[in-house]
């Protein structure tokens, strides 16, 4: 398995900073419904790790459980799946709101995820086991996802038949325990196999600026198109956050901005830290521990200067915000390093004023 190997190089290279797997805790179970006001989607796209990570990104989405469904075999394991012949695809069951996400959404969003004309496997990882599928719970998903489909193929986005199969939902397996949340527990491992399967760089090359965001038809922040950011925009602060540019350090708007509020992208408007976190890192950017929402901010790794860097962006305007790095203070030592340029500080004593008022609590004493 071609995961397999990526991972055995990486673990060469950085045999220091993790220890061995943990191990299995127990047989796979079945995942049943977790909250009556949720609903259940489930989608195969190759390597379910990265599958997971990307709809856990979304707003409206719950949860995101990593399993196999598809096959004959009862209680299998990763073993059994990944070398094939058990039937099972690996998968990931949705748990969503649908008052804040629609199942389109997610079906939108998962387009965005896979190579939909590949039957033998997505990107490195080969065989029918990582095939791509989408799994309908009921009728009006059946629907919505023949639909979507159709839409796509008639789209001219690719030059190849879409293959990604549509088939009723059956029995989903809970995966390994070591499996949930990978991207979040071995994320430099996580990283390093994401970047050399090829799956971003085939993505971004298909979809180009429609990549990202996916959003809610709920939510109220967008990016607004190229024409209208030129005129809203400095040459500068459009160079920093449409071309991924950096703005010179100390010498920038808010770099030693001491007031109390939070920061917003200056594209979308949508709000990403606050000045409870920001802190002087003596590097001349502005500097934050942490976002005021983990799902504000979408990581990826950005190797412009071969060094591999972590990009951050913000959702939904997809504006470039700057870098992540691992030597802030705790408690969570991270050092999010951000251009002002990229974005807008809104006081506390304007938050109610400039349609922020859910974050006053941020600031109660």
């Not at 220091?16 to 805790?25: D, K, R, T, V």
Request: proline share 5%; charged share 25%; net charge negative.
């Amino acid at each position: 398995m071609m995961r397999s190997a990526l991972l055995y190089g990486v673990m060469i290279l950085i045999p220091l900073l993790y220890g061995c797997s943990e191990s299995i805790a127990g047989k796979p179970l079945e995942m049943q419904k977790m909250d009556d006001k949720l609903e259940l989607a489930t989608f195969a796209g190759g390597c379910f790790w990265c599958v997971e990570s990307d709809f856990e990104k979304l707003e409206g989405v719950q949860e995101v459980i990593s399993g196999y469904t598809g096959g004959s075999v009862d209680q299998p394991s990763y073993e059994a799946v990944s070398a094939g012949g058990t039937g099972h695809l690996e998968a990931v069951q949705v748990y969503y709101d649908p008052q804040r996400i629609s199942y389109e959404t997610l079906l939108e969003a998962f387009w965005r995820q896979i190579d939909p004309t590949d039957s033998g496997g997505q990107f490195v990882d080969r065989g029918e086991q990582y095939r791509s599928a989408i799994f309908y719970h009921n009728p009006q998903q059946q629907a919505a996802a023949e639909k979507s489909r159709a839409a796509l193929a008639s789209s001219g986005r690719f030059d190849r038949p879409i293959v990604t199969e549509l088939q009723a939902a059956s029995r989903f397996w809970r995966a390994e325990s070591y499996h949930q949340d990978y991207y979040k527990k071995n994320s430099l491992r996580y990283k390093f196999y994401r970047y050399r399967s090829g799956r971003d760089q085939f993505l971004r090359k298909t979809w180009g600026d429609e990549l990202h965001p996916v959003t809610s038809s709920h939510s109220k922040y967008r990016k607004p198109d190229q024409a209208e950011l030129r005129q809203q925009l400095t040459p500068l602060q459009f160079r920093v956050t449409q071309e991924e540019g950096t703005e010179p350090a100390f010498d920038n708007e808010y770099w030693d901005e001491k007031r109390e509020g939070i920061y917003v992208d200056r594209v979308s408007g949508e709000p990403l830290f606050s000045s409870h976190d920001k802190y002087d890192s003596g590097t001349g950017w502005p500097s934050f521990s942490r976002p005021i929402n983990d799902a504000a901010i979408v990581e990826q790794q950005d190797y412009k200067l071969i060094i591999p860097r972590t990009e951050v962006r913000s959702r939904y305007g997809d504006s470039h915000l700057g870098h992540l790095f691992d030597d802030g203070p705790e408690p969570t030592g991270k050092r999010y390093c951000i251009n002002s340029a990229s974005l807008r500080f809104v006081a506390k004593e304007q938050l109610v004023e400039k349609g922020y008022s859910e974050l006053e609590a941020l600031f109660r004493e």
